[in-house]
């Protein structure tokens, strides 16, 4: 076998050792990088699309965010009198179009994507979960 | 002098001085024998037990080192750093489900999750641990080990055949090839220490490693077979089944070749089998080249003691090697390593035979 | 000996097959003799998706198809849809589309170098390759809030601006990528093992991979100079130095050089495009845009109209995606969504070469083979 005899040395697998011999103990800048999860979370960017929410006071209920979207994850149901989007999220592509098209700025997506679920019924997102009041500074 | 373990008991004991009364308990009743089977039924149990634990912190050890190279923590929720996590697994696996699939051969099926423990724990026996820390001392310790260590592909074979898929049958078969291939370099390398030492009792190995040359190098058989140390290393990483010639799983090639339809206990049995091979094999290494249990005596500490904590270090500075291989290399093709088997370290080993009896007949070693 | 053929069926689950992908193997002991593959396990009908959305809603969608580079799919529907309205595009837009474009390409070959080694046995890299890619993808959430279903472009710009510290967070990823690249190259390049699963393995000559219409790193591991930035330019690609990497050797390991020298190249791309950022819109304020909402609370997101009529007609653009040609055919009955959506992906034209490369071979060769023409099922099934 020529190979054996070009490579009995195996250069390659020796630096390669090295390498690995650099990570186990964690010399010249190689931490170790992952965090424990459940116990310990990491840091959201601020444009992060997670789970809606909508401003109680700027919705309008017109309806636009519902014919913007494009998997039909929306509807408009009535709700203390007025009328809110709900959102289905087991159908929701985390898009951000009902975002953008949301002519008041009702529409905001961020923080929560722990949002599994034991069942169907409890991805639908009424607007008993997702209004929020916001807060006026004065 | 003290020859093995049952002697060292019986010495321990007649030290402090209870060994007489005892013996004479049982002569009274003419059954002295019991007396020999329960010491020797306690020194199984102490090393099943060591063997058991070593291989659950084996595999904590291997999956730790294997998250430092890849910049994870690894197991880090139970116990100290997730160093019970196999027992946690162990748990877990004894609680799933036992699947036998339908056009399995249930008989063989089952048995052969267990036939793989066998040799893995039978390689023990003329495995010195220590100056005198050894079950049986057999005049033909080394041949012993070889031929025992052989016997794992028929388990391995028994599953590949019995789960009655084509990537098990694969995989078994690919094991069978290797094995073959690799124990006679194995053995042909070791022949050459042997006819260095005239004795294939392990004790015998070990005892002409002991002292030095010039009062630094240790008189190895490393340094003395440096040859027969690489073909008798890679030989023994194939015969333990790791990347990179680990041919019987490969996972990403075979699903999980001869394991890949068993789960829960006879799964773990697996796991387990292929971490007390791994110590197994990485003691014999340790006994024949690396020394064995020699190691400068100190003062005070009685040698069985010293001997013992010398061999775990070097043991586990053998399978601290393979891991770290593991981590860096990828698998080879299995005809790759059959070329390499047959045409490269058989060739080289019956060199290595030929030079070595060549110089001892000579008379320059 | 006389030996039965063995019809072994590899996948759809199958550790090696990167998704649901079945090969049905003709075997005579362990040499494939006939490799037969059998796509469509994730099909989802992306194309008639195209036709029932209007232009702007069918943007998610083409997250979906490669998802691994998400942002190239993105930028190629954009583009066409751009092209059949004839919209303009902002200078500050084309370079953040084509920023990200080429962090995709790094972000996607970071993956494949870790899937392709996994694949050969050697566990470690595919955590290197995640650990940088994590760094890409926490950019990318500053920068649009997804991770991997990006929908960042918008018809004539894209949806967000850079964020504050964006750039030198960038910067700071380039320089720890060049230092990464090195730890790469020491473990795989030289292995001798590496090299033996690797060279003369999986062999596909120029013209036959022409003929078989593959595109990309693989085609140009072919020793084909074919890359479309450099052939049909777009974006801003003519202002930028770079180069297409070509490798002669048409083996696997030429594959696998031209994504590591790839992802260099595209990290130079990188720090230029970051280096000489032009200030201005972000989103085209001709004639179909309507510049930033005035007051709105946050002014960085742009508008587009929802509703938009392109003029009747049809187009067929290309783009250079990590993985080769990507083409958007799109026909435009002057209504608001498209009567015809036709993806040309490089993954499904790349994969049907692969029994081409492999006949004759052994399994653990289709396994290296394969993983070196990089697919992605969700772009091979749409």
């Not at chain 1, 011999?21 to 840091?43: A, C, D, S, W």
């Not at chain 3, 495009?273 to 972000?282: L, N």
């Given at each position: 076998m020529a190979w054996i005899s070009k490579n009995w040395a195996m250069t390659g697998i020796m630096k390669g050792l090295i390498v690995t011999l650099k990570h186990i103990f964690h010399i010249g800048n190689r931490p170790l990088v992952t965090v424990q999860y459940p116990y310990e979370k990491m840091k959201l960017a601020p444009r992060f699309r997670g789970r809606h929410s909508v401003d109680q006071d700027a919705c309008i209920g017109c309806g636009i965010c519902e014919v913007s979207c494009p998997n039909g994850t929306i509807r408009i149901v009535k709700y203390n009198g007025r009328w809110f989007p709900e959102f289905n999220l087991g159908m929701c592509l985390f898009c951000g179009l009902c975002v953008d098209a949301c002519p008041m700025n009702a529409i905001k997506m961020n923080g929560g994507y722990e949002l599994a679920n034991y069942s169907r019924e409890s991805l639908v997102y009424g607007p008993e979960r997702i209004l929020f009041k916001k807060e006026v500074n004065k | 002098m003290i020859a093995n373990a049952y002697e060292l008991v019986v010495y321990i004991l007649s030290a402090i001085g209870i060994y007489d009364p005892i013996n004479g308990f049982f002569q009274n009743y003419g059954m002295e024998y019991l007396l020999r089977i329960i010491i020797i039924v306690v020194e199984i149990v102490v090393l099943l037990v060591f063997v058991l634990l070593t291989v659950m912190f084996l595999s904590w050890l291997e999956r730790k080192m294997f998250a430092w190279v890849q910049s994870r923590y690894g197991p880090m929720i139970t116990g100290p750093h997730g160093l019970f996590q196999p027992i946690a697994d162990g748990i877990k696996l004894v609680g799933k489900e036992d699947i036998i699939p339908a056009g399995a051969d249930r008989w063989i099926f089952t048995l052969a999750p267990f036939i793989i423990f066998v040799p893995a724990l039978l390689v023990f026996i003329p495995l010195p641990f220590g100056d005198s820390l050894i079950i049986s001392d057999l005049r033909i310790g080394l041949l012993y080990i070889i031929a025992i260590s052989a016997l794992s592909p028929v388990s391995i074979l028994l599953a590949g055949w019995a789960s009655n898929n084509k990537y098990s049958l694969m995989g078994a078969m690919r094991a069978v090839a290797q094995d073959i291939s690799y124990t006679i370099p194995l053995a042909l390398a070791a022949i050459a220490v042997v006819l260095y030492v005239g004795s294939l009792s392990t004790v015998d190995i070990v005892r002409a490693q002991e002292g030095t040359w010039f009062d630094i190098i240790p008189r190895w058989f490393i340094f003395v077979q440096p040859l027969a140390f690489i073909l008798f290393l890679i030989a023994s990483i194939a015969e333990m089944g790791r990347i990179p010639f680990d041919f019987q799983e490969s996972e990403q090639e075979l699903v999980a070749g001869f394991y890949t339809e068993y789960s829960g206990m006879k799964f773990a049995m697996y796991f387990l089998g292929e971490y007390a091979h791994m110590f197994a094999v990485s003691g014999v290494i340790v006994t024949v080249f690396l020394g064995g249990w020699t190691g400068p005596v100190l003062p005070f500490i009685p040698v069985q003691i010293t001997s013992l904590v010398y061999f775990i270090i070097k043991t586990y500075a053998v399978i601290f090697f393979a891991m770290w291989l593991r981590d860096t290399v990828p698998r080879m093709r299995i005809d790759q390593l059959l070329n390499l088997g047959w045409k490269i370290m058989i060739p080289l080993a019956l060199l290595n035979l030929l030079v070595t009896s060549f110089l001892l007949t000579a008379g320059v070693v | 000996m006389e030996t039965d053929e063995l019809l072994l069926n590899m996948g759809p689950v199958h550790p090696a097959t990167h998704g649901v992908l079945r090969f049905k193997l003709r075997m005579d002991g362990e040499i494939i003799r006939d490799c037969e593959i059998v796509m469509g396990y994730l099909h989802r009908g992306t194309e008639k998706l195209g036709e029932m959305k209007t232009y702007l809603q069918f943007i998610p969608y083409t997250?979906?198809?490669?998802y691994l580079s998400a942002m190239p799919n993105n930028y190629a529907y954009v583009k066409a849809v751009e092209e059949l309205a004839d919209i303009e595009v902002p200078l500050r837009a084309e370079y953040i589309r084509v920023l990200t474009l080429e962090l995709n390409r790094i972000i996607n070959h970071l993956v494949f170098m870790g899937s392709l080694i996994l694949d050969l046995g050697a566990n470690t890299a595919i955590m290197w390759g995640f650990r940088e890619r994590e760094k890409a993808l926490q950019l990318y959430e500053m920068l649009c809030g997804a991770r991997m279903t990006f929908s960042y472009m918008r018809i004539g710009g894209v949806r967000e601006d850079l964020p504050e510290g964006f750039i030198p967070k960038l910067n700071d990823f380039i320089k720890d990528m060049e230092k990464r690249i090195v730890d790469y190259e020491q473990l795989i390049n030289g292995n001798e093992i590496f090299l033996l699963r690797m060279k003369n393995i999986g062999v596909i000559n120029a013209d036959e991979a022409i003929n078989y219409g593959m595109t990309g790193p693989s085609l140009r591991g072919s020793g084909v100079n074919y890359d479309i930035r450099k052939l049909e330019p777009y974006s801003i690609y003519p202002d930028i130095d770079f180069k297409a990497c070509v490798r002669k050797e048409c083996d696997s390991y030429a594959r696998y050089l031209v994504r590591m020298d790839e992802m260099k190249e595209s990290l130079h791309i990188l720090r230029q495009v970051a280096d000489t950022m032009p200030a201005g819109d972000i989103i085209t304020t001709q004639k179909y845009g309507i510049a930033p909402m005035t007051g709105a609370p946050s002014a960085v997101m742009t508008y587009f109209p929802r509703i938009f009529t392109p003029p009747v007609g049809e187009v067929y653009t290309r783009t250079e995606a990590p993985k080769g040609e990507l083409g958007f055919y799109v026909v435009s009955d002057g209504t608001t969504k498209p009567y015809r959506v036709k993806i040309r992906s490089p993954s499904f034209c790349n994969l049907v070469a692969l029994p081409k490369m492999i006949v004759g071979l052994k399994i653990p060769d289709l396994i290296a083979a394969f993983g070196t023409i990089d697919i992605v099922l969700g772009d091979v099934d749409r």
């Amino acid at each position: 076998m020529a190979w054996i005899s070009k490579n009995w040395a195996m250069t390659g697998i020796m630096k390669g050792l090295i390498v690995t011999l650099k990570h186990i103990f964690h010399i010249g800048n190689r931490p170790l990088v992952t965090v424990q999860y459940p116990y310990e979370k990491m840091k959201l960017a601020p444009r992060f699309r997670g789970r809606h929410s909508v401003d109680q006071d700027a919705c309008i209920g017109c309806g636009i965010c519902e014919v913007s979207c494009p998997n039909g994850t929306i509807r408009i149901v009535k709700y203390n009198g007025r009328w809110f989007p709900e959102f289905n999220l087991g159908m929701c592509l985390f898009c951000g179009l009902c975002v953008d098209a949301c002519p008041m700025n009702a529409i905001k997506m961020n923080g929560g994507y722990e949002l599994a679920n034991y069942s169907r019924e409890s991805l639908v997102y009424g607007p008993e979960r997702i209004l929020f009041k916001k807060e006026v500074n004065k | 002098m003290i020859a093995n373990a049952y002697e060292l008991v019986v010495y321990i004991l007649s030290a402090i001085g209870i060994y007489d009364p005892i013996n004479g308990f049982f002569q009274n009743y003419g059954m002295e024998y019991l007396l020999r089977i329960i010491i020797i039924v306690v020194e199984i149990v102490v090393l099943l037990v060591f063997v058991l634990l070593t291989v659950m912190f084996l595999s904590w050890l291997e999956r730790k080192m294997f998250a430092w190279v890849q910049s994870r923590y690894g197991p880090m929720i139970t116990g100290p750093h997730g160093l019970f996590q196999p027992i946690a697994d162990g748990i877990k696996l004894v609680g799933k489900e036992d699947i036998i699939p339908a056009g399995a051969d249930r008989w063989i099926f089952t048995l052969a999750p267990f036939i793989i423990f066998v040799p893995a724990l039978l390689v023990f026996i003329p495995l010195p641990f220590g100056d005198s820390l050894i079950i049986s001392d057999l005049r033909i310790g080394l041949l012993y080990i070889i031929a025992i260590s052989a016997l794992s592909p028929v388990s391995i074979l028994l599953a590949g055949w019995a789960s009655n898929n084509k990537y098990s049958l694969m995989g078994a078969m690919r094991a069978v090839a290797q094995d073959i291939s690799y124990t006679i370099p194995l053995a042909l390398a070791a022949i050459a220490v042997v006819l260095y030492v005239g004795s294939l009792s392990t004790v015998d190995i070990v005892r002409a490693q002991e002292g030095t040359w010039f009062d630094i190098i240790p008189r190895w058989f490393i340094f003395v077979q440096p040859l027969a140390f690489i073909l008798f290393l890679i030989a023994s990483i194939a015969e333990m089944g790791r990347i990179p010639f680990d041919f019987q799983e490969s996972e990403q090639e075979l699903v999980a070749g001869f394991y890949t339809e068993y789960s829960g206990m006879k799964f773990a049995m697996y796991f387990l089998g292929e971490y007390a091979h791994m110590f197994a094999v990485s003691g014999v290494i340790v006994t024949v080249f690396l020394g064995g249990w020699t190691g400068p005596v100190l003062p005070f500490i009685p040698v069985q003691i010293t001997s013992l904590v010398y061999f775990i270090i070097k043991t586990y500075a053998v399978i601290f090697f393979a891991m770290w291989l593991r981590d860096t290399v990828p698998r080879m093709r299995i005809d790759q390593l059959l070329n390499l088997g047959w045409k490269i370290m058989i060739p080289l080993a019956l060199l290595n035979l030929l030079v070595t009896s060549f110089l001892l007949t000579a008379g320059v070693v | 000996m006389e030996t039965d053929e063995l019809l072994l069926n590899m996948g759809p689950v199958h550790p090696a097959t990167h998704g649901v992908l079945r090969f049905k193997l003709r075997m005579d002991g362990e040499i494939i003799r006939d490799c037969e593959i059998v796509m469509g396990y994730l099909h989802r009908g992306t194309e008639k998706l195209g036709e029932m959305k209007t232009y702007l809603q069918f943007i998610p969608y083409t997250d979906r198809l490669d998802y691994l580079s998400a942002m190239p799919n993105n930028y190629a529907y954009v583009k066409a849809v751009e092209e059949l309205a004839d919209i303009e595009v902002p200078l500050r837009a084309e370079y953040i589309r084509v920023l990200t474009l080429e962090l995709n390409r790094i972000i996607n070959h970071l993956v494949f170098m870790g899937s392709l080694i996994l694949d050969l046995g050697a566990n470690t890299a595919i955590m290197w390759g995640f650990r940088e890619r994590e760094k890409a993808l926490q950019l990318y959430e500053m920068l649009c809030g997804a991770r991997m279903t990006f929908s960042y472009m918008r018809i004539g710009g894209v949806r967000e601006d850079l964020p504050e510290g964006f750039i030198p967070k960038l910067n700071d990823f380039i320089k720890d990528m060049e230092k990464r690249i090195v730890d790469y190259e020491q473990l795989i390049n030289g292995n001798e093992i590496f090299l033996l699963r690797m060279k003369n393995i999986g062999v596909i000559n120029a013209d036959e991979a022409i003929n078989y219409g593959m595109t990309g790193p693989s085609l140009r591991g072919s020793g084909v100079n074919y890359d479309i930035r450099k052939l049909e330019p777009y974006s801003i690609y003519p202002d930028i130095d770079f180069k297409a990497c070509v490798r002669k050797e048409c083996d696997s390991y030429a594959r696998y050089l031209v994504r590591m020298d790839e992802m260099k190249e595209s990290l130079h791309i990188l720090r230029q495009v970051a280096d000489t950022m032009p200030a201005g819109d972000i989103i085209t304020t001709q004639k179909y845009g309507i510049a930033p909402m005035t007051g709105a609370p946050s002014a960085v997101m742009t508008y587009f109209p929802r509703i938009f009529t392109p003029p009747v007609g049809e187009v067929y653009t290309r783009t250079e995606a990590p993985k080769g040609e990507l083409g958007f055919y799109v026909v435009s009955d002057g209504t608001t969504k498209p009567y015809r959506v036709k993806i040309r992906s490089p993954s499904f034209c790349n994969l049907v070469a692969l029994p081409k490369m492999i006949v004759g071979l052994k399994i653990p060769d289709l396994i290296a083979a394969f993983g070196t023409i990089d697919i992605v099922l969700g772009d091979v099934d749409r």
